[in-house]
C-alpha cells in the first residue's frame, strides 16, 4: 500500500533526530547505473546529463554526507549487450539502474532488473507483454498516456469529437476502444475510424473520408511512416484542424517520423521537450496553459538541461534520465533516514523501490512523475504537454 504524504512527513520527522547519532547501518556508498548507447546523439547525451547529475550530488557532499557512485557504461546500441552491462553494475552494488537510450534496449533490461530485484527507471517506453511490472518503472508516456493527454487536450480546446486514421494493426484497435472510453468522461464522441492496410502509403480515399466528417481533431497513429502519410494525406485534402500522432515513433531507436512531414503535428511529451521545441520554433512556452502544471519544474530542469552539451536538444529522453536520478537521490534520503540495515543488498534495494513507490507525485522536466505498484509507466498524463513537432523533429538523428 502507498503510505500518505502525511505518514511519510511523520516518519521523517521523527528519524530526524537519529540523522545525528552514528550511522553504523548506514551505507558507505550509494551506487546507481547508467547506461546508455553513446553512439546515438541522444545517448551521448543522456551520459553527459548522469555525469553532471553526479557531479552536482558529489559538490553537495552525497546524501546526508554519503557519497553516490554512477556506473555509467555503453551498450553499443545492443540490447543484449545493455543486459551484459547491467548485470554486471548490479554485480558491482548498484540498488538501482537508468537505462536505456532505446525502447528495445529497456525491454530487455526490464526483465534482468525484474529477475534480480533491482529498481530500473528507464527513460524510454517499453511495452512489458508478459514481464511482471514490479521493479521495472517507465518515466516517458505509453500510449495509454499519450492518449489520455490528447483527449484532456481536445477537452480543453471545446473540441467535441475525434476521428482516427490508422493502419489496420492491434495497436490501432487499442487506441480506438481507449479513446471511445477516454472521450465519454469527457462528452468528446469519436466519429469517424478508417484503417487502411499497414504498408500502404496512398491514403486518398481514407483521408478525404476522415475529413468528411468535420472532426474536431484527428489522431493519426502507428508507426513513423504512418504518422507521415497521414498527415500528409489529410493537409492535402484540405483539413486544417488539429492532428495529434503517437509519440512512440519519435523515441530514439528506429528512423523517427522527418520533421518537415509531420510538422505541427501535436504530440504528448514531456513539458522540458515542450520547451525545447518551442526554442527550436523561435516561440515561447512558458505559460502554464501550454507546458502543463510542470512548468515551474520544467523551467528548473530546463536550466540545468541546457548546461549539457546536446541535452536540450533530445529533451524527450534527458529529461527523464534527469528526473530519474532526482528521484532516486530523494529514495536514498528516506533510506538513509530510516537507517535501513545495509548487511543484505536485497534489502537495501527492496528498501529503494519502496521508497520510490512511498514519493508523491513529483512534478519534474519529465512530467509528473507516481510510481505504484502494479504500473509500468510512472507518467502522470495530466502532466505531459502537447508539443507542436517543429521541422527538425522531436530528437536528432
Request: glycine share 10%.
Amino acid at each position: 500500500m502507498r503510505r500518505s504524504s502525511l505518514v511519510a512527513s511523520l516518519i521523517a520527522v521523527l528519524a530526524a533526530p537519529f540523522l545525528l547519532l552514528p550511522t553504523a547501518s548506514a551505507a558507505s556508498e550509494l551506487v546507481v547505473g547508467l547506461i546508455a548507447s553513446r553512439a546515438l546523439g541522444p545517448g551521448a547525451a543522456q551520459t553527459l546529463v548522469g555525469t553532471a547529475w553526479a557531479a552536482e550530488v558529489r559538490g553537495a557532499g552525497g546524501v546526508f554526507g554519503v557519497p553516490v557512485r554512477l556506473l555509467v557504461a555503453d551498450d553499443g546500441g545492443d540490447p543484449r549487450r545493455a543486459v551484459e552491462l547491467a548485470e554486471g553494475q548490479i554485480a558491482n552494488g548498484a540498488l538501482a539502474l537508468v537505462c536505456c537510450t532505446t525502447p528495445a534496449a529497456s525491454r530487455a533490461v526490464a526483465a534482468a532488473a525484474e529477475a534480480a530485484g533491482v529498481t530500473l527507471l528507464a527513460p524510454t517506453p517499453f511495452e512489458p507483454a508478459s514481464l511482471p511490472s514490479y521493479w521495472a518503472f517507465s518515466l516517458a508516456p505509453s500510449d495509454t498516456d499519450a492518449l489520455a493527454a490528447i483527449v484532456a487536450d481536445a477537452y480543453r480546446k471545446g473540441r467535441s469529437s475525434l476521428a482516427l486514421l490508422a493502419p489496420d494493426l492491434p495497436l490501432t484497435a487499442t487506441a480506438h476502444d481507449q479513446l471511445v472510453a477516454l472521450g465519454a468522461i469527457v462528452g468528446i464522441r469519436l466519429v469517424a475510424d478508417e484503417r487502411y492496410a499497414a504498408g500502404q502509403n496512398e491514403l486518398r480515399p481514407e483521408a478525404l473520408l476522415v475529413a468528411s466528417t468535420r472532426p474536431g481533431a484527428v489522431v493519426v497513429w502507428g508507426f513513423a511512416d504512418d504518422l507521415e502519410n497521414a498527415a500528409s494525406a489529410l493537409r492535402h485534402r484540405g483539413y486544417e484542424g488539429d492532428v495529434y500522432g503517437r509519440s512512440q515513433p519519435f523515441f530514439p531507436g528506429g528512423e523517427p517520423p522527418a520533421g518537415a512531414r509531420v510538422a505541427d503535428m501535436l504530440v504528448a511529451a514531456p513539458p522540458a521537450a515542450a520547451l525545447a521545441a518551442g526554442a527550436a520554433a523561435s516561440f515561447t512556452l512558458a505559460d502554464s496553459e501550454a507546458v502543463g502544471p510542470c512548468t515551474a519544474a520544467a523551467l528548473t530542469d530546463t536550466a540545468r538541461l541546457s548546461a549539457v552539451p546536446g541535452a536540450m536538444r533530445n529533451a524527450l529522453v534527458t529529461a527523464p534520465v534527469l528526473a530519474g536520478l532526482d528521484l532516486l537521490r530523494s529514495a536514498f534520503e528516506q533510506v538513509l533516514a530510516l537507517q535501513i540495515p545495509t548487511s543484505d543488498a536485497g534489502v537495501l534495494r527492496q528498501a529503494v523501490r519502496d521508497a520510490l513507490v512511498g514519493l508523491p507525485p513529483t512534478c519534474t522536466g519529465a512530467g509528473s512523475l507516481d510510481l505504484e505498484d502494479g504500473r509500468t509507466s510512472a507518467v502522470q498524463p495530466r502532466g505531459l504537454a502537447l508539443v507542436a513537432v517543429p521541422q527538425t523533429g522531436l530528437t536528432t538523428r
